[in-house]
């Protein structure tokens, strides 16, 4: 596609498909069902050397740049703004669903790897294919790290929740 373009029409040409890559992968994911990004599947399950998010905070340092990167919550899409004093399971369970399906939708743009090595000659098709790549690495860690921490408040709520369940049956019996 962009093999005889000069340089300007290659940076052009490519920034448009990758745009255009871009939202159709998000347009796709946002069409998707929930259930399609179950935290049970393979390319969201915890891995051993993610140390629950550890790695991420001492290797990465992601707590100090995190929340500088912009992130997207749509006009009707998820809020993390929630996550406050009153916590339930089922908002802890939609918030690690939507870090499933951010890491997909990033998986995807990352994915113009290759789109960029098919339309571009080949060192051109390098580089710009590895930029997208690896600008998309980020954000990918970012919802794994969030996921990971989340699935720990999880089960943190859950053991406060049975507590809580069995001092008012306690009380019942008492009552």
Request: proline fraction near 3%.
């Amino acid at each position: 596609m962009f093999k005889d373009a000069s340089f300007w029409q290659i940076i052009v040409g490519n920034v448009i498909t990758a745009a255009l890559w871009c939202l159709a992968m998000f347009v796709l994911c946002i069409s998707f069902k929930p259930s399609f990004f179950s935290e049970k599947k393979g390319l969201y399950l915890p891995r051993e050397w993610e140390k629950n998010g550890k790695w991420y905070a001492k290797y990465l340092k992601i707590n100090v740049w995190k929340d500088h990167l912009p992130q997207h919550n749509g006009k009707k899409g998820f809020s993390k703004e929630h996550l406050g004093n009153h916590i339930t399971v089922e908002y802890i369970d939609r918030f690690i669903m939507e870090t499933c399906r951010g890491e997909w939708d990033h998986w995807m743009c990352a994915m113009y790897f290759f789109v960029s090595l098919l339309i571009n000659p080949l060192g051109i098709g390098l580089i710009l294919g590895l930029l997208i790549f690896i600008g998309n690495l980020p954000f990918i860690a970012i919802q794994r790290y969030n996921r990971l921490r989340l699935q720990i408040l999880r089960k943190r709520v859950l053991r406060e929740q049975q507590r809580m369940g069995r001092a008012q049956n306690e009380e019942t019996v008492m009552a």
